[in-house]
């Protein structure tokens, strides 16, 4: 299983972005899908996941900013960034918690990672 992730860049504070993370391969069910980022230095920490059902959760920090969001058919999970915030840069991971037709048994893909740089 492969997740490719795009929508990083540049913005500046108060600016927008829009992640995007598409999975690809022996995909028998996926049942989250989710961003995680990562600072050099600190631990990777989720931003928001979505499960098959719909439900979400949000890291404090980005509630009420941030919106995750799934589209089953095509395997892809997006997330909206609004107000932007110098303390959101990062390297965003997209992760999915993925049955493959292998074996039927789910296990943790994870993204390439993308850069969002917030400037002040």
């Known amino acids: 299983v492969q997740l490719q992730a795009s929508g990083g860049g540049l913005v500046q504070a108060g600016g927008s972005l829009r992640l995007s993370c598409a999975a690809s391969?022996?995909?028998?069910?996926?049942?989250?899908m989710g961003w995680y980022r990562q600072v050099p230095g600190k631990e990777r920490e989720l931003v928001a996941v979505?499960?098959?059902?719909?439900?979400?959760n949000y890291a404090d920090s980005v509630k009420g900013r941030f919106t995750i969001s799934g589209d089953d058919a095509k395997n892809t999970v997006y997330l909206q960034m609004i107000s932007l915030k110098p303390e959101d840069t990062a390297i965003y991971y997209c992760?999915?918690?993925?049955?493959?037709?292998?074996?039927?048994?789910?296990?943790?893909?994870w993204g390439q990672g993308t850069l969002v740089t917030v400037s002040s």
């Open positions: 992760n999915a918690g993925v049955v493959t037709t292998v074996n039927l048994y789910e296990y943790d893909a």
């Open positions: 391969g022996s995909i028998f069910r996926i049942n989250t």
């Open positions: 979505i499960t098959s059902g719909g439900s979400t």
